[in-house]
């Protein structure tokens, strides 16, 4: 088997190669990614990118048919990763996530890929905390971010057929420790401030919901996307993946933390607006079609698992939010200097090509 994974130089995509190489020992794996976070390391030995075969260093609106030849299954996690960037960045947002993505479906499919797993988002259904919501949900994307994953999905509907299955793995928020960890994300934030600070400051009124994975489950049902039987789930799937239990209120996250790290002082903006992302989210059918996939990792140990790697880090930023460890930041960063042009591509690279390692 011979498996391409966009945005593998991203926080998910370390512990996703990882999984490919332990289920697949003799799979060949390539990554292709622009590195837009190459650099924002954190820790300083192995660069997780040597555990692939191939590494292209190239933009996903730009894939060469010869980078596709051969390849039987493409995990698409290449993208714009958050609201914040979506916002920003919104036509680049669409332009990536939505419009290269199906170009790299249709051209996968033409060059005879079987399967293809896009890494979607339970964001799509917008506010939606009165009650669990199922694939059958009303989709209410509230940014451009997440409506990005509506349009995706959408049209990679009618591409699907018996010889192109596609997955739409529909993920809950991540968290867990990475090569390239991202402290965006709420229980990331959360553990980051209660070690540089012993301070967890909560943006919302805490009463969110908001279901989570641990990025090692997220690649579990990856690897359960890419060899999945069409009988169950059919040619093209949406699922949600997640798991009913963790569907957790925001301010019982920092109450975890806060249990597991002592002495942390946890505070609540009480004058926050109603915060648009709260969701709850039933994972039934997840559990009903993948039973030996599902996600292992808990709270407390994901909790004990970032607590241990931001230690080993040495990691005390109480500036975190402003760090490059923020997927906005350095965006903007790369924007401001000038290193990347206002369609998000390389400024050297528009002269210089792609390099291929
Ligand atoms: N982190 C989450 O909570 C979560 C939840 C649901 C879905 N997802 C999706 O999973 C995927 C990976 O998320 P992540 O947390 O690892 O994000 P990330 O920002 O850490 O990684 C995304 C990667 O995509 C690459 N990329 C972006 N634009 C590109 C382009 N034009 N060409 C080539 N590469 C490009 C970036 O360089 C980066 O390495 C994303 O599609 C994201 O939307 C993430």
Same mark, same amino acid.
């Given at each position: ?105 249709? !051209? ?31 989709? !209410? ?46 229980? !990331? ?169």
């Amino acid at each position: 088997m011979r498996i391409l994974v966009t945005g593998n130089m991203g926080y998910i995509g370390p512990s996703v190669i990882r999984q490919l190489r332990s289920s697949y020992p003799e799979a060949g794996i390539a990554g292709l990614d622009a590195g837009y976070f190459a650099h924002c390391l954190s820790v300083d030995d192995m660069l997780p990118e040597c555990r692939v075969d191939v590494q292209y260093f190239n933009d996903v609106r730009a894939v060469e048919k010869e980078m596709l030849r051969g390849i039987d299954a493409i995990i698409h996690l290449a993208g714009i990763s958050n609201d914040p960037m979506g916002n920003k960045f919104e036509e680049m947002t669409l332009d990536i996530n939505h419009r290269a993505s199906i170009t790299l479906a249709k !051209n996968g499919k033409t060059a005879g890929v079987k399967a293809f797993v896009f890494a979607s988002s339970c964001s799509i259904y917008g506010s939606a905390d009165d009650h669990a919501r199922t694939e059958k949900a009303p989709l !209410n994307p509230p940014t451009a971010y997440a409506r990005s994953k509506v349009f995706t999905e959408r049209d990679l509907k009618p591409l699907a057929d018996r010889d192109f299955k596609v997955t739409c793995l529909r993920f809950s928020t991540a968290c867990g420790m990475s090569e390239r960890l991202r402290l965006d994300l709420v229980l !990331n934030d959360f553990v980051a401030g209660a070690i540089a600070s012993k301070r967890i400051t909560i943006l919302s009124d805490g009463t969110p919901w908001r279901p989570l994975i641990n990025i090692k489950d997220m690649a579990r049902a990856m690897d359960w996307a890419i060899t999945r039987d069409i009988s169950q789930g059919g040619e093209f799937l949406p699922v949600n993946v997640g798991s009913d239990e963790w569907n957790y209120q925001v301010k019982d996250l920092a109450e975890a933390v806060a249990e597991v790290i002592p002495g942390v002082d946890v505070s609540v903006n009480k004058d926050a607006q109603p915060d648009k992302r709260s969701y709850r989210v039933s994972f039934d059918l997840f559990r009903k079609l993948a039973p030996h996939h599902q996600p292992k990792v808990d709270l407390v140990t994901t909790i004990k698992e970032l607590e241990h790697g931001l230690e080993v880090m040495g990691f005390n930023d109480e500036d975190f939010r402003n760090s490059k460890f923020i997927r906005l930041k350095v965006l903007t960063q790369l924007r401001n200097r000038g290193l990347l042009t206002e369609k998000l591509v390389w400024a050297d690279h528009q002269k210089q090509g792609r390099v291929v390692v």
